[in-house]
């Protein structure tokens, strides 16, 4: 089964903090993403990796960047919160682009920035 | 760019009952994936489909790729009250680019 784990489900944050949302996948996905879910605006994707120390630029990157240091993690960082930051985030992974690709979802860190 | 049309938007049913819903698209999809999301979850791999008229099922869920290949389709048979949730379609137009979501489709199962 593939694994895909977030390091927090729920995070409270005040505006200008900087925030660390981790992921690790234990299934020696080459590809990883970064996603984020509001109502109304489906998912869109803000960076994703295909290799180690690898970032690409998704659909809406401002105000966030990422780090991919070890294959199995991908961390998405936030250098100063702001209040339309507050949204459901979520990471997935895959084995690597090519046919029959197909993405797994960890359960999700759904962030408040007051 | 691609963009992903799901319906209905949402459809209540009684228990029991089968459900259908679909996913369209102006683009050529080589790649369709089914999921379906909790509340407060993250989405969950339902089902995924690789080349064009393919049916494959999962338990009471089936679906297909669109002859045409820009479609897709999912059928639930004998629906139960833990099928409540939001079913999203995902698209790829070619090997190695991303993935494009549907909107999702609420499916509300009455006792």
């Known amino acids: 089964d593939v694994k895909v784990t977030q390091s927090s489900r729920y995070l409270v944050k005040r505006t200008g903090e900087k925030v660390f949302l981790e992921c690790v996948q234990d299934m020696d996905h080459e590809n990883m993403f970064w996603y984020r879910q509001d109502p109304g605006l489906g998912l869109r994707l803000i960076y994703f990796s295909y290799d180690v120390k690898m970032k690409e630029k998704g659909d809406i990157p401002e105000g966030y960047s990422v780090s991919r240091e070890k294959k199995e993690r991908f961390s998405l960082i936030l250098e100063s919160a702001s209040t339309n930051q507050t949204s459901m985030y979520l990471c997935?992974?895959?084995?690597?682009?090519?046919?029959?690709?197909?993405?797994?979802f960890g359960p999700g860190t759904r962030l408040l920035v007051l | 760019g691609q963009q992903l049309n799901q319906s209905p938007q949402s459809m209540f049913i009684q228990e029991g009952e089968d459900v259908s819903m679909n996913c369209t698209s102006s683009?050529?999809?080589?790649?369709w994936l089914w999921y379906k999301q909790d509340p407060g979850e993250g989405p969950v791999l339902l089902i995924a489909?690789?080349?064009?008229?393919e049916l494959t099922s999962n338990g009471r869920l089936t679906a297909q790729f669109g002859i045409t290949r820009k479609d897709s389709f999912l059928n639930i048979s004998a629906s139960i009250p833990s099928d409540v949730g939001i079913y999203f379609c995902?698209?790829?137009?070619?090997?190695?680019?991303?993935?494009?979501f549907g909107p999702g489709t609420r499916l509300s199962v009455l006792p």
């Open positions: 995902a698209g790829q137009v070619e090997y190695g680019q991303n993935f494009v």
């Open positions: 683009s050529i999809f080589n790649t």
């Open positions: 997935a992974s895959s084995f690597a682009f090519g046919p029959q690709e197909t993405q797994y």
């Open positions: 489909l690789y080349k064009a008229g």
